[in-house]
């Protein structure tokens, strides 16, 4: 019996009944097939479904785990951040502890210094007093044997204790060094002091001041010039120091001196004095004389250089000192103001002036016999003076044949002089 397909509607004689319908075997074999593509279809659908639910899932997880490693660093940032925050702070409280401790240190070692230097100027003003008053005693001789003339005479001066009298001038008793020089000098006029600015950027650890400088200027052959130094330790530990010391005069040469002390050591933050001592011989040359003096640290050091002051240079001038030469034929009598004069003529070849002390005197007459005269009063001479009248009182005129002077005095320097000579006059009669 013939059949119907379902799906062509065409008669067939061998059919396939499938799913309850009738299908033409060409029609089977199609639905088949389309069923299958169907199916086919529907499994990728699914499994493109899957896959993307898969995707997203996977996409969820990571950036869970994204968001979970970020916060996870940006904790341990911050953490690193407040550790070194709290670094920092720890630093700069410490920084300024030790700046408020710096501050203190410096504060108590200005207190110190303060203190230090006072202690140092009162030991100097002690030790200066000491050495005047040793002065003072050195020099007493020179007022025991000095001669006390004219007014003090007669007041009965000779009376006085002697001691008193020193304590009364000081100053004029040092200036004093031999008997009948006269007690009131002027005070000399000291030198400026120069430095050499060599070392003025280095710390001064060693200082080197001046105590007595020179008078400015000198007569040659003058005695005991003497000039006092103070060196200063001014670092805080205790120092060997060596006087460095030069005396030149106008030609260079070198004047011999003696320093007392040539080395010492010095504690920290303390001062010694150095004295240097030196004659002047007769033959020196007139003209500038310098003194350089600079105090050195005696000590080698690997990598720097001993510690030295500033070098000190003290000048002064050299003149020749007076030097009274007798114009011959020049004595004679003169009256003024009805008193007897002998009245003698002078000349002076000395750079320096300087005055007579009334105790100077001559005698003249014959030899044998001669009278004596004293000057009474004091005379001042100056510096290359060529014409030096003296005039003497006198007892009685007389012949005049021999002058016999003895002059005591000092030169404008402070240098004593001293003249004893005796000059013949006239020629005695016998002698022709
Ligand atoms: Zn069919």
Redesign the pocket.
């Known amino acids: 019996m013939a059949r119907r ?1 379902d ?2 509607r ?1 008669e ?1 004689e061998t059919g396939v009944d499938y799913g309850g319908k009738d ?2 075997m ?2 089977y074999v199609r639905v088949k097939q389309e069923e299958e593509i169907k199916i086919r279809k529907e499994r990728e659908a699914q499994e493109k479904r899957e896959m993307l639910k898969e995707k997203y899932i996977r996409e969820q997880l990571e950036k869970e785990m994204r968001e979970r490693e970020a916060a996870r660093k940006s904790t341990i940032l911050g953490e690193q951040e407040a550790a070194y925050r709290r670094q920092l702070e720890r630093y700069q409280h410490e920084q300024h502890r030790k700046e408020e401790e710096e501050k203190r240190r410096q504060e108590i070692m200005h207190e110190r210094m303060l203190q230090e230097m006072q202690l140092f100027q009162q030991r100097a003003q002690q030790k200066r007093q000491e050495e005047e008053e040793e002065e003072k005693k050195k020099h007493d001789w020179d007022v025991k044997t000095s001669v006390v003339y004219g007014e003090e005479k007669k007041e009965g001066a000779l009376k006085k204790p002697r001691r008193q009298f020193a304590e009364e001038v000081p100053f004029q008793l040092k200036k004093t060094s031999m008997p009948g020089v006269p007690l009131n000098l002027p005070e000399r006029e000291e030198v400026e002091v120069r430095y050499s600015s060599d070392f003025e950027e280095l710390p001064a650890e060693i200082l080197l001041d001046v105590r007595k400088s020179l008078p400015v200027s000198l007569s040659c052959g003058q005695k005991k010039n003497s000039v006092i130094l103070v060196g200063k330790n001014n670092s805080p530990n205790a120092l060997t120091v060596d006087l460095r010391c030069q005396i030149y005069d106008s030609k260079q040469k070198e004047v011999p001196f003696k320093a007392e002390p040539e080395h010492c050591a010095i504690a920290g933050g303390s001062a010694a004095d150095f004295t240097i001592r030196f004659d002047l011989p007769d033959e020196i040359p007139t003209g500038v004389l310098t003194l350089t003096a600079q105090l050195k640290e005696n000590a080698v050091y690997v990598g720097r250089e001993a510690a030295k002051s500033k070098e000190v240079v003290i000048t002064t001038k050299i003149k020749t000192p007076l030097s009274l030469e007798y114009k011959k034929g020049s004595a004679c009598f003169a009256e003024e103001e009805g008193k007897l004069l002998l009245q003698l003529e002078f000349s002076n070849r000395g750079e320096s002036g300087g005055t007579l002390n009334e105790n100077s005197s001559v005698s003249y007459g014959k030899a044998g016999s001669l009278e004596k005269a004293l000057l009474g009063q004091k005379a001042k001479i100056k510096g290359r003076q060529r014409k030096v009248i003296l005039k003497f009182p006198a007892q009685k005129k007389c012949e005049i044949e021999v002058l016999s002077f003895e002059f005591f005095g000092v030169d404008s320097n402070g240098k004593p002089y001293r003249m004893v000579k005796n000059v013949k006059e006239r020629q005695a009669p016998g002698e022709i």
């Open positions: 397909c799906r062509c065409v067939y299908y033409c060409t029609c």
